[in-house]
C-alpha cells in the first residue's frame, strides 16, 4: 500500500511559520478571553509552547537591544542577554501568567475552627505593569472560619500569592486577586490582606524616592461588617497596629 507524502503546499496545519505568540492570541481571542497583563492564560498554552515562547521573546528582546544600540556581538556581558531576559520573563517574574494555579490540598474543618488565624509576613515579589520595575513586599492574611470551612496548609498562601504576584500588577488589583483566590478555595466568614510594597518605579526612575511605601487592604465578610474583628486583625500584625 502506498503512502501518500504530504505536500506542505495542500497542509492542513494552518499554523506553519505563525509565531507561537499569535497562536496563542489567537485562541483568546476565539473565547473571547481577556489577556491583559495580570491574567493568566495557562488553559490557552499548549505542551510544549511555551519553550517556543520563550524563544521568540529571545529574539525580540534581541532587537531591543540593538535598538538601544548595544554591540551584543562585541561586548561580553550582553552577549546572553536576550536569552537571559526572555528567561527571567517567561520563567520567572511574569510565570504566573503561563502556569496553572499550584495544587492546593483542601481539609475540612473537622474541630470547627472559628478563631482568627493570620499568616505572614509573606514576601513577595512582582513587577509594576507600567514600567516593568519591581515591585518587593509583604502580605498578611487573616482568616477567621467557619464549620464549613476548607482549611488549607500555611505554605499554600505563600503559594497562591506567589502565583498571583508572578504577573505584571498593580498592587490595587493585586490584592483583590488573591482575596477572590483564597475566598474561593476555603469559603472563610471573614478574609483581610494588607500589602505593603516598595515600588521601584519611583525608587528607580521618576522621583527617585527610595523611602516611599504603598500600603493597601481588602476586606471581606465579617472583617468588613465587625469594626473590633478589623482593629484585631490590624493590631496583630507587626509594626502595622
Known sequence: ?????????????EDIGTPVSVKIRQRLVASRKRFNANDNIAEFIEPGELEKLLDEVEEKMKGVLSSLVIDTERDHNTDNTARRVAKMYVNEVFKGRYVTAPVITEFPNAEHLNELMIVGPITVRSACSHHFCPVIGKIWIGVLPNEHTNVIGLSKYARLAEWIMGRPQI???????????????????????????????????????????????????????????????????????
Not at 500500500?1 to 496545519?13: A, G, H, I, R
Open 1 to 13: 500500500m502506498l503512502m501518500k507524502t504530504p505536500n506542505p503546499m495542500n497542509s492542513t496545519d
Open 171 to 241: 498592587q490595587e488589583e493585586a490584592v483583590v486577586q488573591l482575596a477572590d483566590l483564597i475566598q474561593q478555595k476555603t469559603q472563610p466568614d471573614g478574609l483581610a490582606i494588607v500589602m505593603e510594597a516598595s515600588h521601584y518605579c519611583m525608587a528607580w526612575r521618576g522621583v527617585k524616592d527610595m523611602d516611599s511605601k504603598m500600603i493597601n487592604s481588602v476586606m471581606r465578610g465579617t472583617f468588613l461588617k465587625d469594626p473590633n474583628l478589623r482593629r484585631e486583625f490590624l493590631s496583630l500584625i507587626p509594626g502595622r497596629g
